[in-house]
């Protein structure tokens, strides 16, 4: 089954340990609303250029929810860059990470940020058995 999938999110990052070195180090807990509902944790890693606009981070996120009716949980894995400003986020399901009833599970997710974050995730799903 395709599918796709709309809504926003809630995100707290918090700095976990010093923070004292040129990589940053953040925890991640966002709740999500929309055609999936669920929350997730996960640690980010991100380092700031001192060219304005430009920086880097990578990070993993477990997601526990229900998405089409389907509740279990997946991961995440984010790798954005900015180069002067110019973003660039891909943003994947890990494969062979979903359990549950969201076993099989594969997709992107996009993330916009306006008056809030919101998303779209293009996924995949086995047909139940």
Do not use: C, W
Not at 2 to 17: D, M, R, S
Not at 53 to 78: D, I
Request: no cysteine; proline share 5%.
């Amino acid at each position: 089954m395709q599918g796709e999938a709309h809504g926003t999110f809630e995100v707290n990052l918090l700095p976990i340990g010093g923070n004292d070195g040129p990589i940053g180090v953040m925890s991640i807990n966002k709740v999500f609303h929309g055609d999936l509902q669920g929350s997730s944790v996960g640690q980010m890693l991100a380092f700031r250029s001192p060219v304005q606009g430009s920086a880097g981070y990578v990070a993993m996120e477990r997601v526990s929810g229900t998405l089409a009716g389907r509740q279990g949980a997946f991961t995440l894995q984010h790798n954005g860059l900015m180069t002067g400003g110019t973003p660039e986020l891909s943003v994947v399901v890990v494969p062979d990470s979903g359990s549950e009833g969201l076993l099989g599970l594969s997709g992107t997710l996009e993330i916009s940020i306006s008056e809030g974050h919101d998303y779209r995730f293009v996924y995949a799903l086995p047909e139940p058995e």
